[in-house]
């Protein structure tokens, strides 16, 4: 069989299991739990997770650009590429 015929065959397969898959789904339409966090703020779970997840990450790319010797070779470059690599560290 040629690609040309089970093209369309491939495009139904990827359509019913991104949309017609979706009238078969076991997941619960149960209301999210909500946490108040300031006032008049909410957020869910998830997103909570999400907040602190980023928070995390800027620390460590923080902690990366300050101490590594990476981090530290790709702030001189960026800030003053000529000098950087009379320095030795190539660019």
Not at 23 to 37: F, G, P, R, W
Not at 43 to 65: G, K, N, P, R, Y
């Amino acid at each position: 069989m040629s690609l040309r015929r089970s093209a369309p065959r491939w495009h139904y397969a990827i359509w019913w299991y991104s949309y017609g898959a979706r009238s078969q789904s076991t997941h619960s339409h149960e209301i999210a739990l909500v946490q108040e966090v300031l006032p008049g703020v909410r957020l869910t779970c998830d997103e909570i997770f999400v907040v602190v997840l980023t928070a995390l990450l800027m620390v460590a790319l923080h902690l990366f650009l300050r101490r590594a010797r990476l981090g530290k070779a790709m702030r001189a470059v960026s800030d003053n590429p000529a000098l950087a690599s009379v320095s030795g560290i190539p660019n």
